[in-house]
T-cell receptor, first 114, second 116 residues
Framework: DTGVSQNPRHKITKRGQNVTFRCDPI?????LYWYRQTLGQGPEFLTY????????KSRLLSDRFSAERPKGSFSTLEIQRTEQGDSAMYLC????????????FGSGTQLSVL | GDSVTQMEGPVTLSEEAFLTINCTYT??????LFWYVQYPGEGLQLLLK?????DKGSNKGFEATYRKETTSFHLEKGSVQVSDSAVYFC???????????????FGKGTHLIIQP
């Protein structure tokens, strides 16, 4: 069990650029979640996958955000035309089974939009 | 919608002191309740959970009891250690709320500092 891995750890970009983050969940976990966390706040749910199917998206996930999980393994989160308000820590988590099961979180990708 | 309210930090205690971190919630359905902890430089980890009223979750000397009548899930520990210094998040899942988002709702977190 190597844990949930997220890359990169830090990303600095200019406003208007596109960025992509990657999450590698624990290998046997069928559920994968993306959260966003800003300073002084708790994580906010963005979206989740069960295997390769994206089952739910929060209203926080604007049209500029897209997430994929091809083949039900790793996942990518892309933000197009970044805005300064997108600056945050993006967290990935995975689990086996339903929502009441333990979530395993990665260390996150810190995005700074200049 | 669902929400979680935690006491604001930082909370600073001396080693071996008694700890209480308050957490109250608002939910439309029958939520499960969680405490997650984030140690410096690490990802969030599940500390304990309770899935129905009057259940008590416990782990590593920490306890929390699901109180439906007061909509609370306060975290307690009888004797804290320096290694307990971390940020603690209260959270709920309310899959029956009909709100659509099948994810955890977190509080803002409470930063706990234990001094030797």
């Amino acid at each position: 069990d190597t844990g949930v891995s997220q890359n990169p750890r830090h990303k600095i970009t200019k406003r208007g650029q596109n960025v992509t983050f990657r999450c590698d969940p624990i290998s046997e976990h069928n559920r994968l979640y993306w959260y966003r966390q800003t300073l002084g706040q708790g994580p906010e749910f963005l979206t989740y996958f069960q295997n390769e199917a994206q089952l739910e998206k929060s209203r926080l996930l604007s049209d500029r955000f897209s997430a994929e999980r091809p083949k039900g393994s790793f996942s990518t989160l892309e933000i197009q035309r970044t805005e300064q308000g997108d600056s945050a820590m993006y967290l990935c988590a995975s689990s086996i089974g339903g929502l009441n099961e333990k979530l395993f979180f990665g260390s996150g990708t810190q995005l700074s939009v200049l | 919608g669902d929400s979680v309210t935690q006491m604001e930090g930082p909370v600073t205690l001396s080693e071996e002191a008694f700890l209480t971190i308050n957490c109250t919630y608002t939910a439309t359905g029958y939520p499960s309740l969680f405490w997650y902890v984030q140690y410096p430089g690490e990802g969030l980890q599940l500390l304990l959970k309770a899935t129905k009223a009057d259940d008590k979750g416990s782990n590593k000397g920490f306890e929390a009891t699901y109180r439906k009548e007061t909509t609370s899930f306060h975290l307690e520990k009888g004797s804290v250690q320096v290694s307990d210094s971390a940020v603690y998040f209260c959270a709920l899942s309310d899959v029956y709320s009909g709100g659509g988002a099948d994810g955890l709702t977190f509080g803002k977190g409470t930063h706990l500092i234990i001094q030797p």
